[in-house]
């Protein structure tokens, strides 16, 4: 049974895999408890909650890589469960995340990780049943633990990730060169796959079904970025930039628009941000008692 973050990690030990995290090393193991993982989710609580409590909007249905449209397995607003049925039975996959809100166990795995890696952890689940790939070649803005559930994924994974990525980044350049890694991630085993890394899945032969135990650490972007909306409510960043009655005016504009900005900037702690994203991924009394 899996239940923290050392019985996740195991063999390796914290020191280990913090040292990892840091570096974003790719790491690979073989396991040897092919159940190591099988108290965690089940194909069948995995349907059920899919079915009767997940949020339809974090629900992503595809067909090797290829996104099915919604009306395809909603109606009004809900999971039509005969047609996903019949989706599943034509090879669909389903990526549903965050999705450790609602199987008890991964939500206590997630929790113990966020107390020891002290960022944003959650969990997201992967299913498929056919031949293909639920994603197209990409690449994640978060480093991620894979824990194979059932069946198994043939993993290509590339070299030169894009350097420290995050969310919302422009579009990057895919590999051109053979992966750096090519095989297959069968239950029990180990698959660390830092931010960055371009990969792709070849679906196994029979159902599978993975969990990514998902590590999002706060950035200097993330700082600036919660700032926005202060920069919204401002007057000064509200004031339109062409409608000056002359030169001068507009001049005058923008030396006091940069004079304020800097003035924003200066107040920005970094220490504080990384403090605040801690403190809002600590457990509330609701959450622990759950626990």
């Known amino acids: 049974m899996v239940s923290n973050l050392q019985e996740l990690i195991a063999p390796f030990s914290e020191a280990e895999f913090l040292k990892m995290l840091r570096a974003r090393s790719l790491v690979f193991r073989r396991g040897r408890d092919e159940k190591k993982f099988e108290t965690l989710l089940d194909w ?7 079915e009767n409590d997940f949020p339809p909007d974090k629900l992503r249905v595809t ?17 039509n469960t005969k047609n996903l049925a019949r989706l599943l039975d034509h090879g669909a996959s389903l990526i549903a995340s965050p999705f450790d809100p609602y199987v008890p ?4 795995l997630c929790a113990d990780v966020r107390r020891h890696v002290k960022e944003r952890t959650y969990a997201g689940a992967v299913a498929t049943t056919g031949p293909g790939c639920a994603i197209k070649l990409h690449y994640d803005a978060q480093d991620i633990i894979i824990v194979q559930i059932t069946g198994s994924k043939r993993w290509k994974i590339y070299d030169r990730p894009v350097a420290w990525p995050v969310a919302g980044m422009p579009e990057q350049v895919p590999p051109q060169d053979d992966p750096v890694f090519d095989d297959t991630v069968r239950p029990g085993d180990f698959l660390f796959l830092p931010a960055g890394h371009w990969h792709h899945c070849d679906n196994g032969p029979e159902p599978c079904l993975h969990l990514g135990i998902i590590i999002e650490p706060p950035t200097g972007w993330h700082a600036v970025k919660a700032l926005l909306p202060q920069f919204q409510a401002d007057e000064m960043f509200r004031i339109p930039l062409t409608r000056f009655g002359s030169p001068a005016e507009k001049a005058a504009h923008e030396a006091a628009l940069k004079k304020h900005l800097m003035q924003k900037i200066e107040q920005i702690s970094f220490s504080r941000s990384v403090a605040e994203e801690e403190k809002a991924q ?6 622990i008692k759950l626990q």
């Open 63 to 79: 067909r090797d890589g290829t996104p099915v449209m919604p009306h395809m397995y909603l109606e009004r607003g809900k999971v």
């Open 105 to 108: 166990k991964v939500e206590a």
């Open 44 to 50: 069948d609580a995995f349907r059920r909650v899919i």
């Open 282 to 287: 600590e457990p509330n009394e609701h959450q």
